[in-house]
């Protein structure tokens, strides 16, 4: 017997197996034709605005690094990006609500406290840092000044150490909130000095500034970007800069480390992220893009204006940054024991 079906089966005639041949190759055909069109739609991501989440309130370097990069995209992307302002809770309201969205067109600006301080003082996070997202780009690192009101009669930080440790307990500094880069700026600069001012946090570099410069808080840290405009109006004065060397808009303030602590730095880093579930394909359009656009002319004339460096890496190299400061952070942390009021 025969394991096949007899000749004179009608699915073998010659006229079925012509047209066989023919639906194959018209199915391939037509695969053929999709494929074009698939990696069309595929390539036209983003297809819709793009919501660019900060988690923090408007007026720090935060908003000004955010809306640089922002306004670049927005001409190579083919999309509005737009800024969205979201804070509260240290960051983590944002970065919970943006590790969760799925509509691949949402991205959150990372930062030191959202990445490397929060995953060390609080008990419990509403999102995992490095398994909830995807790293993007190190868009820009900002050095922290250290500031004060200018009733505060020192005019250096070496006067500033002195004034605090005489007053001891009575000095307060303000913070744009529990975590924030300038948390964690001056809880630095009080372990390294050994000395105490109470911390008053805000929801945001802009109500804090607003306290500052009335006197209500006696000084604070604050990024470059955000605080030069009011230190060259004499609103408040700069006693030292965390940068590793005096930058050209501030020739005459010393650093911390040329005041007396040599090897400290303290700046601010920016950077873009993404929902972990963005598809691979938009990450590597996303990272180029960005790179570009941090490293356009127009954006560096804007981040060098207010003293912020841009970076523009890729996201592998963003990645290794993250960890690298996270280790880096968390020994800082824990000894201070900073925590979240």
């Given amino acids: 017997m025969h394991a096949f079906l007899p000749p004179h089966d009608p699915a073998f005639s010659p006229l079925n197996a012509r047209r066989r041949q023919l639906l194959s190759a018209g199915g391939a055909a037509a695969l053929a034709g ?31 690094v955010a809306r640089s990069t922002a ?21 983590n309201i944002a970065m919970s609500e943006v ?4 509509d691949q067109h949402t991205l959150i600006l990372g930062h030191i406290g959202t990445l490397a301080v929060n995953p060390f003082i609080f008990d419990k996070l509403p999102y ?42 009575k000095l307060s500094y303000g913070s744009a909130g529990n975590g924030s880069a300038g948390h964690l700026a001056f809880e630095y600069l009080k372990m390294t000095a050994d000395v105490f001012m109470l911390h008053v946090p805000y ?21 470059a970007a955000a605080i030069l405009p009011f230190i060259k109006s004499g609103k408040v004065r700069c006693i030292a800069t965390g940068s590793a060397k005096r930058l050209p808009q501030l020739p005459d303030v010393g650093t911390v480390a040329e005041q007396g602590f040599p090897g400290f730095e303290m700046t601010q880093w920016y950077g873009m992220l993404a929902p972990a579930n963005l598809a691979p394909a938009h990450l590597d359009k996303l990272a180029a893009e960005t790179a570009k656009a941090v490293k356009s002319q127009g954006s560096l004339e804007r981040l060098n204006a207010d003293a912020a460096e ?22 800082v942390l824990l000894r201070a024991k900073v925590k979240p009021d």
């Avoid at 590790?99 to 799925?102: H, I, L, Q, V």
């Avoid at 929801?203 to 990024?223: C, I």
């Fill in 203 to 223: 929801r945001g570099t802009g109500p804090m500034l607003t306290d500052l410069l009335s006197g209500r808080v006696d000084a604070s840290a604050v990024g």
């Fill in 128 to 169: 995992d840092p490095n398994k909830d997202f995807k790293p993007v780009s190190l868009l820009a690192k900002v050095p922290s000044l250290y500031v004060v009101h200018p009733d505060v009669p020192a005019k250096n930080l070496r006067e500033f150490i002195a004034y605090v440790k005489s007053k001891p307990g």
């Fill in 310 to 331: 841009a970076i523009g890496d890729t996201p592998a190299q963003f990645a290794q940054f993250i960890a690298a400061e996270q280790a880096r952070w968390k020994k």
């Fill in 99 to 102: 590790a969760r969205a799925e």
């Fill in 34 to 64: 999709l494929l074009p069109g698939m990696a069309q739609a595929q390539a036209a991501w983003p297809s819709k605005s793009v919501r660019f989440v900060v988690p923090f309130a408007p007026g720090g370097s935060s908003e000004i």
């Fill in 71 to 91: 306004a670049e995209l927005t001409k190579t992307l083919g999309q509005s990006v737009f800024v969205d302002n979201k804070p509260g809770a240290a960051g």
